[in-house]
């Protein structure tokens, strides 16, 4: 393999689209040319001029228009929220494995900005005949990004569930709360997730009890998001969120050691929960 198919073939992009979701979290899109190939659930390592390079969830991928959802919580997201129309940034990738999209049944549920990876999922579960039950989770209802889009969607084999910590808008409480009602009153054949760790233990419990199958995007500090560095390492199997993942299934997430118990940051050093 040649080191830029390696590296996941760098280009210069320019912005073409700034679409504002909630007062924090903005969408950017972008043309990439090429013969290109993305699946639900991988994502794409961004250059942020002068500032550094980040692992981003592919939010949408319409050939040759891809899109990534940015929330500002460090430095570079910061940079990148603030971005207009015609600013540069780097793109390197589609990296990693995707969700399998086999399930018929199907239970999606997106914890704040982690609702990303999850949007071509859902389009994709609904082109292929699945029956998709969405919650959308948050803080708050002003922080509920897609809730307008997926609100709109008039199809028949999509149920939109909406759960908020303050409880402005749907149900008062944690994802994890939502999931356990809706549980209640239905078989699913495969919960599908992304969004804080805590949250998605949560879920993994809720799933493994009710013997669902399972699959949640992990998210881990990555360097290079191709293998070569292993900052993004797991305990104890050393399976790497950028090769191996970032999507894992409920039995590889019943391995490791660090699944919602701790991190791990530039240097290696970690970081509890």
Same mark, same amino acid.
């Given at each position: 393999?040649?080191?830029?198919?390696?590296?996941?073939?760098?280009?210069?992009?320019?912005?073409?689209?700034?679409?504002?979701?909630?007062?924090?979290?903005?969408?950017?899109?972008?043309?990439?040319?090429?013969?290109?190939?993305?699946?639900?659930?991988?994502?794409?390592?961004?250059?942020?001029?002068?500032?550094?390079?980040?692992?981003?969830?592919?939010?949408?991928?319409?050939?040759?228009?891809?899109?990534?959802?940015?929330?500002?919580?460090?430095?570079?997201?910061?940079?990148?929220?603030?971005?207009?129309?015609?600013?540069?940034?780097?793109?390197?990738?589609?990296?990693?494995?995707?969700?399998?999209?086999?399930?018929?049944?199907?239970?999606?549920?997106?914890?704040?900005?982690?609702?990303?990876?999850?949007?071509?999922?859902?389009?994709?579960?609904?082109?292929?005949?699945?029956?998709?039950?969405?919650?959308?989770?948050?803080?708050?209802?002003?922080?509920?990004?897609? @809730? &307008?889009? *997926?609100?709109?969607?008039?199809? #028949?084999?999509?149920?939109?569930?909406?759960?908020?910590?303050? !409880?402005? $808008?749907?149900?008062?409480?944690?994802?994890?709360?939502?999931?356990?009602?809706?549980?209640?009153?239905?078989?699913?054949?495969?919960?599908?997730?992304?969004?804080?760790?805590?949250?998605?233990?949560?879920?993994?419990?809720?799933?493994?009890?009710?013997?669902?199958?399972?699959?949640?995007? @992990? &998210?881990? *500090?990555?360097?290079?998001?191709? #293998?070569?560095?292993?900052?993004?390492?797991?305990?104890?199997? !050393?399976? $790497?969120?950028?090769?191996?993942?970032?999507?894992?299934?409920?039995?590889?997430?019943?391995?490791?050691?660090?699944?919602?118990?701790?991190?791990?940051?530039?240097?290696?050093?970690?970081?509890?929960?």
């Amino acid at each position: 393999m040649k080191m830029d198919e390696l590296l996941g073939n760098p280009v210069s992009v320019q912005i073409s689209k700034v679409i504002t979701e909630t007062p924090r979290s903005k969408t950017l899109q972008f043309s990439l040319d090429g013969p290109i190939e993305s699946q639900p659930g991988q994502f794409v390592m961004v250059w942020v001029p002068n500032v550094d390079e980040i692992p981003m969830s592919i939010s949408s991928w319409n050939p040759p228009e891809m899109g990534i959802t940015v929330q500002s919580i460090g430095d570079a997201t910061q940079v990148l929220v603030s971005m207009s129309k015609g600013d540069w940034i780097g793109i390197r990738g589609p990296f990693g494995n995707p969700f399998s999209t086999n399930s018929k049944k199907t239970l999606v549920v997106g914890g704040g900005v982690g609702i990303a990876p999850l949007r071509p999922l859902v389009y994709n579960l609904l082109d292929g005949g699945s029956e998709v039950t969405l919650v959308l989770a948050a803080k708050t209802e002003n922080e509920l990004i897609y @809730l &307008e889009e *997926f609100e709109n969607l008039k199809h #028949s084999n999509l149920k939109v569930e909406i759960a908020t910590d303050d !409880g402005s $808008l749907g149900l008062k409480g944690f994802a994890t709360d939502a999931v356990s009602i809706i549980l209640d009153g239905n078989d699913f054949d495969r919960m599908y997730t992304c969004g804080p760790e805590l949250m998605m233990v949560g879920l993994y419990d809720l799933a493994k009890k009710r013997k669902i199958g399972f699959q949640a995007s @992990l &998210e881990r *500090f990555m360097k290079c998001g191709c #293998s070569i560095c292993g900052t993004c390492a797991m305990d104890p199997t !050393g399976q $790497l969120v950028c090769a191996d993942g970032p999507v894992f299934t409920g039995e590889q997430l019943a391995k490791l050691t660090d699944f919602g118990k701790y991190l791990r940051d530039a240097v290696g050093m970690k970081k509890m929960y």
